[in-house]
Each structure stands twice: as C-alpha cells, then as structure tokens.
C-alpha cells in the first residue's frame, strides 16, 4: 500500500531517500493534480502542527507535588556503572588469562610420554597424538570459545 | 538572567534530593501529557486522574530512569499504560470512528456551530474537535508526532509498537483526521486551512 498521498506525506515529512524524493518532486512539477493534492496535505500538515493542547487544572502541579511528598524521594540505582569499566575489567582478565595459558603451554613439554602398554593396539597412538595434534586441538578450542564469546556480547547488545 | 535547566539537569536534581524541583518538571510537560491521556479518557476529570498517576509513578521510577534516552519518551511511556492500565479496569468506552454515535454526535456540533453564525470558527477548535472523534490509538499518534516532538521511532517505543506500524498507523490516522473535518467543515475545508 503505497498511494500517492502516502508518498507525499513522506515527503512532507522528510522520510524519503534521495532517488523516492526526486521522483516525488518530479511528479508534482510535472502533474497539475498531484501538485495541487501536495498542497492540500501541505496545509493540513500546517493545520496539523497548529493543534491546541489542552491545559489541566490550575492545582494540578500542586496535587501532583502532595501525592509525591509522601512517597520516598528517588535516589539514582547503584548498579548504574559505567559499561565500559566492566567490558574493561573483564577484557583484562581475559587477556590475563589468555597471557597466561599462551606462556604455560609455550614452555611446556607438550611431548607424550612413551606408553609401556602391553596391549597390542593396531594403531599407533604416538603417531596421532603428537605435539602438533594438541597444539591444533588447543586452537580449535580458542576459536570456538571466541565464537561464543562473539554471540554472547552480540546477545547483550541487541538486548539493549 | 536564569538558564533554563534541561529535564536531565533536572532529574539529577530531584535525584541528589531537591525533590522541590520536580514540581518544574511536572510544569514543563502537564499540559502534554493531560493531552495524550485525555486523547485515551476522552474525559477531563479522568485525564487529570491519569495524568497526575503518570506523574507519580516517574517519580517514584526516577531512579530507574536510563538518562540514555529523552525524559519526555519515557514519561509518554508511562502515559500510554497508565491510560491503557485505566481503561482496562474503568472499562471506558473508546468509541470507534466507525460508531453511528460518532457521527451523529459530529453532526450536532456542525449544526450548533453553523446555528451560532460561527462559520469562520478559529481552526484550532474545529481541529480539536476532530481529533476527539479519533479512535484513542489515531489521536494520540497525532498528537504524539505534531506536539509531542517524538520521532516515529520514539513514538512506537512509547505506545509498544514497531515504527514502521507507527508510520502507517499516522498515516491511516491523518486520512481520519482529513475525512472528520471535511465532514465537520463541508466545503469549507479548504478555506479554513
């Protein structure tokens, strides 16, 4: 549902994109009718904006400052913390964290140890799990952990 | 001489106890939002029970207030259920547009302005007129757009609603608005806008 008289109160009010508003002006240079229909909405608009509102009675600010003289006076919440010092303490921590798993996993000896086992397995397990397998396992970790972590802080900003 | 103090200046005011000035905040915006309940109440007696309910239910939630968005959103938030909240349990009547009694009760306010000899009434009142005709949603719409200096954005967020409803619910409500004058004013429409 997109009549004229629909395109024109949009263009009264602004609401156009540039190429809709362009047509718009197009068609009331060029059709007599559309122009005066413009016109018309264009007085209206002003009619519109012309409207009275309406005063309450002369003891209304009084009444209203009685009924709240005997309500406890609003005090702002404490919770109210600045979001960007908690996205920093945690970030920090994280980071924290990151450092310090990056510096323990850099220095440890991530080499299996040689199994004595004395069943016969049909594969070997050295040949699977070697350093290179944990250090693929240990980033596939991280990747995921961020994914959630990205959908976790896309969650809380939609919910804003 | 004394700078005007914004709403937010205001309400952190009030919040570090100076509860004195809310008495300004309610000045500054009464007569908007007796108005916007008197569009849904349709009635002066219960608009000012609203209105002043409105007013205390921000005070006491003044705390709660996220200063991110405007006080006047907010308050016409509160406005908006309250009135809704009101009507639920007065179970007011919220007649439609479409009702008979509508346009029978048009018809005598034409006939009583055109037996007066007050053709060329200020267009203000018969705007008024028109607009207490509208379904409650229709007017206070309009009143929230033209008076209310609200975005449609702010609008939908005030009345619980998506702005792209907003838009075209403004401008079914406008056509209204457009088709109760023309019907109040005749042919004279045109002259008096």
């Known amino acids: 549902m997109n009549t004229i008289e629909q395109q024109l109160w949009d263009y009264i009010d602004g609401n156009l994109d540039d190429s809709s508003k362009k047509a718009i002006e197009e068609k009331i240079a060029l059709d007599a009718e559309v122009k005066a229909q413009y016109e018309d909405l264009l007085k209206l608009n002003l009619a519109f904006n012309g409207m009275d509102l309406d005063e309450p009675s002369m003891s209304f600010t009084r009444n209203v400052m009685e009924s709240v003289a005997l309500a406890p006076a609003p005090v702002a919440m404490k919770t109210k913390v600045d979001k960007k010092i908690i996205y920093s303490i945690g970030g920090f921590f994280v980071v924290s964290l990151l450092a310090l798993l990056s510096y323990v996993f850099y220095h440890a000896n991530l080499e299996m140890p040689q199994f004595d086992l004395k069943v016969n397995f049909d594969f070997n397990l050295e040949k699977y799990i070697t350093s290179t397998a944990i250090y693929a396992f240990l980033f596939a970790d991280l990747v995921i952990g961020l994914i959630f972590l990205d959908q976790f802080l896309r969650k809380k900003i939609a919910q804003k | ?193």
Not at chain 2, 62 to 71: D, E, I, P
Not at chain 2, 101 to 126: C, K, M, P, V, W
Request: aromatic share 10%.
């Open chain 2, 1 to 193: 001489m004394e700078q005007k103090l914004t709403d937010l200046e205001l309400i952190q005011k009030v919040l570090n106890g100076e509860t004195d000035q809310y008495a300004l905040l309610v000045k500054r915006h009464q007569r908007f939002v007796f108005t916007l309940a008197l569009r849904f109440s349709k009635n002066r007696e219960d608009a000012e029970e609203i209105a002043q309910d409105c007013f205390v239910k921000a005070y006491k939630a003044l705390g709660a207030f996220k200063q991110t968005a405007k006080f006047s959103t907010w308050l016409y938030t509160i406005t908006y259920t309250t009135a809704m909240t009101f009507l639920r349990k007065n179970r007011l009547d919220t007649t439609s547009i479409h009702d008979e009694s509508t346009i029978l009760q048009l018809e005598n306010q034409t006939s009583s302005f055109n037996a007066n000899g007050y053709e060329r009434q200020d267009s203000h009142a018969f705007l008024n007129i028109a607009i207490t005709q509208l379904s409650p949603d229709d007017a206070a719409i309009i009143t929230l757009f033209y008076k209310g200096e609200q975005s449609l954005e702010e609008i939908g967020e005030a009345l619980h609603m998506e702005p792209n409803t907003i838009k075209v619910k403004l401008h079914r409500a406008r056509q209204r608005l457009k088709e109760k004058l023309q019907y109040l004013l005749k042919d004279e429409v045109k002259e008096l806008l």
